[in-house]
């Protein structure tokens, strides 16, 4: 019920009398000063075992460590691999006896190769990573964005001493230049960027793989691919040129596709209309013919009769049309 703070001189006082450290424990008359210079290195042992207690608390205590969700620990003991942890509250051993590293094995992280973003900006060109060659023998001017995270920790500690970034971005330009090396200038610029993307990110893993790195790569993205600068405007010209050619081309197939059908199908009603006058004409000199025919048999069995019969009918139709 002490209205203020605690006295820090009476609080230690009290501790060293209950560990038997004060040298003031027995003050009787009978003392002697021997008997006190005879004491003294006990109560200093003492100290010294209550610091040591203390600091190996602290020892062992830091030894706790924890690993957050998505990260991997990795303990070393005496630099050499002991085993992997997963996510939650551990112990090791502490330095110098182990350490641990943690991981971050689901962080998707970013390497740019010919190109720095800074500020939202993509202009700051790296001429030394960004300047290939093509299959053509053309210089084009590529820049590329890998998205990566880690698969193997143990791989990653033990197999890379360079920093990640570094190794990503080397593999990445060598894939790079192997893919850009096997294409065309035209073909890099125009339609085969996300081909070759997609090259790259196999060929960028397989480099990874080999050196045993334990990068996975996710994703592999060309930010833009042009000519040098000093030859930019001419590529632009032909650029715009394959472009008009193109969309010529368009304008005349779409022609094409609308007067070919109606020229068609005109030519299809022609050709029926004529098979359909055929057909009439044929079937009506059939039908006069088989009349001849008939008429001639008749007037082969009975010429007068048939005569006089053709003669009446005859006169009938003119007669039919005629006043009296």
């Known amino acids: 019920n002490q209205q ?8 230690l006082k009290d501790i060293k009398e ?3 450290l004060s040298r003031g424990g027995n003050t009787g008359k009978g003392d002697t000063g021997g008997e006190r210079s005879g004491g003294g290195p006990k109560p200093r042992m003492g100290l010294f075992v209550l610091v040591g207690i203390v600091a190996l608390g602290f020892w062992i205590a830091s030894g706790f460590y924890t690993v957050t969700q998505g990260s991997q620990g990795i303990e070393l003991q005496f630099g050499e691999y002991k085993r992997s942890t997963e996510a939650g509250l551990h ?11 943690v991981i971050n094995t689901s962080r998707e992280n ?10 939202g900006s993509t202009n700051n060109s790296f001429p030394k990573e960004a300047l290939m060659l093509t ?6 001017d590529i820049q590329f964005a890998v998205q990566y995270d880690i698969k193997s920790p143990t791989d990653l500690m033990f197999n890379v001493a360079d920093p990640i970034e570094d190794v990503v971005r080397q593999a990445t330009e060598s894939a790079v230049r192997e893919t850009i090396g096997k294409n065309t200038m035209d073909f ?3 339609e085969g960027r996300s081909v070759i993307a997609s ?9 990874l793989d080999r050196y045993q790195t334990g990068i996975n790569v996710r ?8 000519p040098p600068g000093q030859v930019k405007d001419a590529f632009d010209d032909a650029v715009r040129a394959r472009e008009d050619e193109q969309r010529l081309k368009n304008l005349a197939e779409a022609y094409a596709n609308a007067v070919i059908p109606r020229a068609r199908g005109k030519a299809a009603r022609l050709t029926q209309e004529a098979e359909a006058y055929k057909a009439s004409v044929v079937a009506t000199a059939e039908g006069e013919a088989s009349r001849f025919d008939q008429v001639r048999e008749e007037y082969a069995k009975a010429p007068v009769v048939t005569r006089d019969r053709m003669y009446i009918d005859t006169m009938q139709s003119v007669l039919g049309n005629t006043s009296k």
């Open 188 to 190: 890099a610029i125009t």
């Open 135 to 140: 299959k053509d023998e053309n210089i084009i």
């Open 4 to 11: 203020g703070p605690p006295d820090l001189d009476k609080v």
């Open 18 to 20: 209950k560990l038997g």
């Open 219 to 226: 994703s592999v993205e060309m930010q833009d691919a042009q």
């Open 91 to 101: 112990w090791h051993i502490p330095a110098p006896i182990e350490t641990v590293e």
């Open 110 to 119: 970013t390497v740019e190769v010919g190109f720095r973003s800074r500020g």
């Open 199 to 207: 090259e790259t990110a196999v060929l960028l893993q397989q480099i």
